[in-house]
Nanobody, 118 residues
Framework: QVQLVESGGGLVQPGGSLKLSCVVS????????LRWYRQAPGKERELVAT????????NYADSVKGRFTISRDNTKNTVYLQMNSLKPEDTAVYYC???????????WGQGTQVTVSS
């Protein structure tokens, strides 16, 4: 059974930092592309950051470039999202995603709430 469990969300003031973690089990972690998405109230789910399986290449949404860093630890089956210089518009539920192109597979975590407010 595949499980993705996020943690690390919470309430933070503007300009602050949070580090999200997602522990993955039940699949060959190193073979999966990992992504963080977020969804704010009344908005569509947005891709925030991606890290590939092989090279560890990273991509970011323009809205978070220079502030967020995605990383993975294949020894701990964990993907991280370091979020710095947080803004109120970063407030959302953040979801971890594991994706494989072959065999085709797509798995989601339950989400963790991030609220940026003074």
């Amino acid at each position: 059974q595949v499980q993705l469990v996020e943690s690390g969300g919470g309430l933070v003031q503007p300009g602050g930092s949070l580090k999200l973690s997602c522990v993955v089990s039940g699949l060959t972690f190193s073979m999966y592309r990992l992504r963080w998405y977020r969804q704010a109230p009344g908005k569509e789910r947005e891709l925030v950051a991606t890290i590939t399986s092989a090279s560890g290449r990273r991509n970011y949404a323009d809205s978070v470039k220079g502030r967020f860093t995605i990383s993975r630890d294949n020894t701990k089956n964990t993907v991280y999202l370091q979020m710095n210089s947080l803004k109120p518009e970063d407030t959302a539920v953040y979801y971890c995603n594991a994706h494989s192109d072959w065999p085709i597979a797509d798995y989601w975590g339950q989400g963790t709430q991030v609220t940026v407010s003074s």
